[in-house]
């Protein structure tokens, strides 16, 4: 069977997988509301589905070196349906806080071991592929707060129970495909997890220098983007909809940055890109009137979703075949982890009365100070590539 279909099942599973990760940010407000809490909390929900994503991270890759990762592609997808349906069904913030966090790990289990097998069922195109695998999920964030608001005309739980039914008709699916699909045999030499990760200690620190710091910010500003926008004078509906273009301007730039990754140097790419998105969010906190906050929004979404292919494509075209899923765990866990913190150190940011423009201004200009130290040791050639 062509590796097509098994590919387009993944494709599948991440909208899914990305949706579960997503959906809790249009609902943060849902959750103010329906169980009396504030900002800071509310964030704390966000930010435990990204430590969820993170937590098993590193054991997803020690169990690579002993099963198959298409085996562990469909695990992430059980554990997905199961615990969408534990959050659906939460009653006290606790309970939604435990099924958050547990979508967020069938995420971390998924992203570990499909990213590296998607690039090992098309070696020649990483990048591309991940762009699109990375489109598939982009996808989901971009239909979220609809897809939110539409379910909040039942119920706010209608959404994580079409999640829960969602990824267990198409885990299914994926695990028929791959039945009969011949699996690639590059990771068949990564045995030894703990070695594999420290021998690519360099590119995995260098990965999260670039990057690390950028997808922190990241987080608070996504995760609250459609209160910032109501803060600046948008109405709840308008504020709703720029979150919705900020993750629509993600999906070509998936394409465009992933086909990018495999015609420009890694680093440098990376590099820029870090740098045009410190200065995007700068502007946005300098911007007033709706038509400019529409621009620099639709900027700043396109730019930042064009890192997510490129830092992949870094990581997992310039790892060797011997310890490409190791160290793609090890890397991949502590930069998750780095994202995970950021909702809830803005929600504490923002609970202390500090405005959103002024702490999102301070992390752009902390990130152009980062970049410019980091674009120095790479002329210097000190950076791995």
């Given at each position: 069977m062509p590796r097509s279909r098994l590919f387009a099942s993944l494709c599948g599973l991440v909208f899914l997988v990305n949706l579960a990760r997503i959906v809790f940010a249009p609902l943060l407000d849902v959750f103010i509301t329906e169980f009396a809490i504030g900002e800071a909390?509310?964030?704390l929900i966000a930010t435990l589905v990204?430590?969820?994503?993170?937590?098993l991270r590193l054991p997803t890759g020690w169990l690579l070196t002993k099963v198959p990762r298409h085996r562990i592609v469909v695990a992430s997808g059980l554990v997905l349906s199961v615990s969408s349906g534990l959050a659906a069904t939460a009653t006290t913030v606790r309970h939604l806080m435990a099924g958050a966090f547990l979508m967020g790990i069938a995420?971390?289990?998924?992203?570990?071991?499909?990213?590296?097998?998607v690039s090992e069922l098309y070696p020649s195109r990483v990048g591309r592929v991940m762009g699109i695998?990375?489109?598939?999920?982009?996808?989901?964030?971009?239909?979220?707060a609809p897809f939110v608001a539409l379910t909040l005309l039942v119920d706010w739980r209608l959404s994580l129970w079409a999640i829960a039914v969602g990824a267990a008709v198409i885990t299914?699916?994926?695990w028929l495909a791959a039945r009969d699909t011949e699996m690639p045999a590059a990771g068949e030499e990564d045995r030894d997890f703990l070695g594999s990760a420290l021998s690519e200690w360099?590119?995995?620190?260098?990965?999260?220098?670039?990057?690390?710091?950028a997808?922190?910010?990241?987080?608070?500003?996504?995760?609250?983007?459609?209160?910032?926008?109501?803060?600046?004078?948008?109405?709840d509906r308008t504020a709703g909809a720029m979150l919705t273009v900020v993750f629509a301007s993600g999906v070509p730039a998936f394409f465009v940055?992933?086909?990018?990754?495999?015609?420009?140097?890694?680093?440098?790419?990376?590099?820029?890109?870090?740098?045009a998105f410190s200065a995007c969010l700068y502007a946005l906190t300098l911007v007033e009137g709706l038509l400019a906050i529409v621009a620099i929004t639709v900027i700043l979404g396109f730019v930042v979703h064009a890192l997510f292919p490129a830092t992949d494509t870094y990581l997992l075209d310039t790892l060797p075949d011997s310890t490409r899923g190791s160290a793609y765990a090890a890397f991949s866990s502590a930069w998750m982890l780095t994202q995970a913190l950021g909702s809830s150190a803005l929600g504490v940011f923002i609970e202390q009365d500090y405005s959103y423009d002024a702490v999102f201004a301070s992390a752009a200009l902390f990130l152009a100070a980062t970049i410019a130290i980091l674009a120095v040791l790479e002329w210097r050639g000190w950076l791995p590539s």
């Open positions: 909390t509310a964030g990204w430590v969820g994503s993170a937590s995420s971390g289990i998924y992203f570990v071991a499909a990213n590296p097998l695998h990375g489109a598939a999920s982009q996808i989901a964030a971009v239909i979220a299914g699916y994926t360099r590119i995995i620190v260098t990965g999260l220098a670039i990057v690390g710091a997808v922190f910010v990241w987080q608070g500003v996504f995760n609250f983007y459609e209160l910032y926008m109501q803060s600046k004078g948008l109405s940055g992933g086909d990018l990754a495999d015609r420009l140097p890694h680093v440098p790419y990376l590099l820029g890109i870090v740098g």
